[in-house]
């Protein structure tokens, strides 16, 4: 489709690697962090890295709701759908996420648990219309793309007066996280990791629009260009990114500017504001307890909130010492530097959550670069 | 997860929902998340929800632009860079 192939153009890629190889300047180095994994994904599965000059370098970011999930959450979420009466509905991106003790959704259905795959969270709906004797229970993860379909959903129950649906809440925001980054020691004090300016998502920019990043680039002097998933889009963004480098400007830009607008989806936003709350911390895998970075159910919704239904607790876990998923959500070590990586931990039998997600840095560095790699050591 | 493609729509069908065709597979999406749509316009979809409507004229110059740039450096002529395909 035009709206897709147009966008992965062999000669265009060509042509806009080498403006900008011009554009760069030899003299310094540029580091950019993508936040999302899509886009990590993009950059990987099209070779993108391998167009641009040897002074720009990818970070990696933490947008990937699957590999921030705290893992006592997580267990949580095994722990509920363990439960005999209880009917766990889930995106399959979660299912194979390792909790604690290498367990897994995954696991938990095939030990007899009711674990269903949904591809929408309105099939989580019509299940407990078709099933009343059951507890459904939607097991509610994203950033902010996939939050109004979760706030719809809850709408929608009611509307139908469904008594035995609830949501299990782990809706994060992205700003939050973003600025998490640019706080962190790393970033800040020791300098192991530097990010000069960021490419910004897509498809949660559509929801949220250009306008919440333009305190970071304010704030904290780093520019923000908002790019599409295909490999022209982050291309582009790259170079506007440099150009803004280059004259010292930090602005937020749009480079996606057939999906996003300044104030975005204010529909989708009305319909998020009706049902959720920013809860006042939440705790992230690899970036710890962040203030206001994710979404609770409000208290005018209660009775859809499974947390509320079943006294849900989180209990803190030993997580695998050897895995670096919370250094790699960081951007301070590349999947690479893992011991675990490729070697114990493969997308079969994962042990971190990076390795399982389709947007997981790990998942994409085993994927597309493996054999890379393997000949670099 | 926040992965979404823009696809066409195909035809209206009640209760908020329309039909899409993606890759000759057709199956239903809801736009309760945004205004109303058209046979014929084009949707971001994710997870079965319409995120946003795909600004086609937006689309083109963007598409145009890389083009552009393509047509621009297969012109100029370069003894270290062989021309492009």
């Known amino acids: ?238 170079e506007m990114l440099v150009q803004q480098l280059n004259a010292g400007r930090a602005c937020v830009e749009n480079q996606f500017t057939r999906g996003v607008t300044r104030e975005g989806n204010r529909k989708a936003q009305a319909l998020v504001a009706e049902v959720f709350e920013l809860r006042p911390s939440l705790e992230w895998r690899g970036l710890g307890e962040l203030p206001y970075s994710g979404l609770r159910i409000k208290s005018t919704y209660a009775e859809f909130d499974a947390e509320r239904r079943f006294s849900l607790e989180v209990h803190p876990v030993a997580e695998n010492a050897a895995c670096q998923c919370p250094a790699i959500i960081r951007g301070v070590k590349k999947p690479t530097d893992c011991a675990l990586f490729g070697t114990v931990c493969t997308p079969r039998d994962p042990i971190g959550s990076c390795m399982v997600s389709a947007e997981g840095a790990c998942a994409a560095y085993y994927k597309y670069r493996r054999g890379i790699t393997a000949q670099a050591l | 997860m926040c992965l979404a493609v823009p696809v066409r729509v195909a035809a209206l069908l009640e209760n908020q929902w329309i039909e899409i065709e993606v890759g000759g597979i057709h199956t239903r999406v809801s736009t309760a998340l945004i205004d109303e749509v058209a046979v014929g316009d084009f949707v971001i979809v994710h997870a079965g929800f319409a995120i946003a409507r795909l600004n086609i004229e937006e689309a083109e110059r963007t598409l145009a632009l890389f083009d552009e740039i393509a047509a621009h450096l297969r012109e100029s002529s370069d003894a270290l860079h062989p021309r492009l395909p």
């Open chain 1, 1 to 238: 489709m035009r709206y897709i192939h147009g966008f992965r153009d062999g000669a265009a890629a060509a042509a806009l690697a080498r403006s900008l190889a011009k554009r760069v300047d030899p003299s310094r180095e540029y580091h950019l962090m993508e936040f999302c994994g899509g886009h990590t994904h993009a950059i990987f599965r099209y070779g993108v890295e391998d167009l641009l000059p040897a002074n720009i370098h990818l970070v990696h970011g933490p947008g990937c709701p699957v590999c921030v999930m705290a893992v006592p959450r997580l267990d949580a979420a095994i722990e509920l759908a363990r439960q005999p009466n209880v009917t766990l509905v889930s995106y399959g991106d979660m299912l194979r996420v390792p909790g604690s003790r290498r367990r897994s959704l995954l696991k938990a259905r095939a030990q007899g648990a009711d674990v269903r795959m949904a591809y929408s969270a309105l099939e989580a709906v019509e299940i407990a219309a078709a099933e009343p004797e059951r507890q459904i229970v939607f097991f509610a993860i994203g950033f902010e793309t996939t939050t109004p379909a979760t706030a719809h959903v809850i709408l929608e129950a009611r509307r139908q007066g469904l008594s035995n649906f609830s949501v299990y809440c782990n809706h994060v925001v992205t700003p939050a996280a973003i600025q998490s980054i640019l706080d962190s020691p790393e970033v800040r004090e020791w300098g192991q990791v530097r990010v000069d300016g960021f490419i910004g998502p897509s498809h949660v920019s559509a929801v949220i629009g250009s306008a919440p990043y333009e305190f970071f680039a304010e704030e904290y002097q780093r520019p923000v260009v908002i790019a599409g998933f295909e490999p022209l889009d982050v291309m582009q963004a790259i």
